[in-house]
C-alpha cells in the first residue's frame, strides 16, 4: 500500500511538470512573474523668473476688471493664465515663447500670482473671475491658456505639459468660434 502512494504521488507529480512543459514560458510561469512599468521620467530645464518674463514677452497683459470686461462683452480672445512664482508657468514659458513667435492672434496675460490682479480684488471679483470658467471647462490651476468667445471658454488647455501642438489647435479653436 505504502508503495502504491508513493506510486501516485510521483506521478502526479510527473503529470504536471509534464503539463506545464506543454505552455509556452510564458503560460507556465504566468503566476509567479511580475512584471514591471517603467515610468518615464522627463525633466524639464529649470527656468528662472526673469528668464520666464522674457519667455513670455508679447503677450498683451490684463488686470482682472479688463479680463472681466472682455469676457462680458463677448470679446474672442486668446488668454495666458499664469505667474513667474509658478514653476510650471515657467517650466511651460519655453513653448509659450515658441508659440508668440508665430500666432496670428494676440495672447493676453492674466498674472494670477501673489502679486497679480488678484491681490487687491475683492471677493466679490475673485468670484467673478472663477465664474468665468464654465463645465467643462473648470479653471484648475496654472498654466492655463483658454479661449474665450461669446462670454465662455470654448477651448482650453492646462499644465506645464503643453505642447505648442496644443498651442496651435486652440488657436484653430480661436478661428473657428
Not at 503566476?31 to 515610468?39: A, G, P, R
Not at 486668446?78 to 514653476?87: T, Y
Amino acid at each position: 500500500m505504502k508503495f502504491k502512494s508513493i506510486f501516485v504521488t510521483a506521478a502526479t507529480v510527473l503529470l504536471a511538470t509534464s503539463s506545464l512543459m506543454l505552455k509556452t514560458p510564458n503560460q507556465a510561469y504566468a503566476d509567479t512573474t511580475s512584471t514591471t512599468t517603467k515610468t518615464e521620467v522627463t525633466t524639464q530645464p529649470k527656468v528662472s523668473e526673469s528668464n520666464y518674463e522674457a519667455n513670455i514677452k508679447g503677450v498683451q497683459p490684463l488686470n482682472v476688471d479688463q479680463y472681466l470686461s472682455k469676457v462680458a462683452s463677448g470679446d474672442k480672445f486668446i488668454v495666458f493664465i499664469g505667474f513667474k512664482e509658478c514653476s510650471h508657468c515657467r517650466a511651460f514659458s519655453p513653448v509659450m515663447k515658441q508659440f508668440l513667435k508665430e500666432a496670428k492672434q494676440p495672447v493676453y496675460y492674466f498674472d494670477y500670482g501673489p502679486e497679480g490682479s488678484l491681490k487687491t480684488a475683492s471677493q466679490e471679483t475673485r468670484n467673478q473671475f472663477f465664474d468665468t470658467f464654465n463645465s467643462p471647462f473648470d479653471f484648475m490651476g496654472t498654466p492655463t491658456v483658454a479661449v474665450f468667445s461669446k462670454g465662455k471658454v470654448v477651448s482650453m488647455t492646462v499644465g506645464d505639459d503643453i505642447t505648442l501642438s496644443d498651442l496651435q489647435q486652440l488657436e484653430t479653436d480661436y478661428s473657428q468660434n
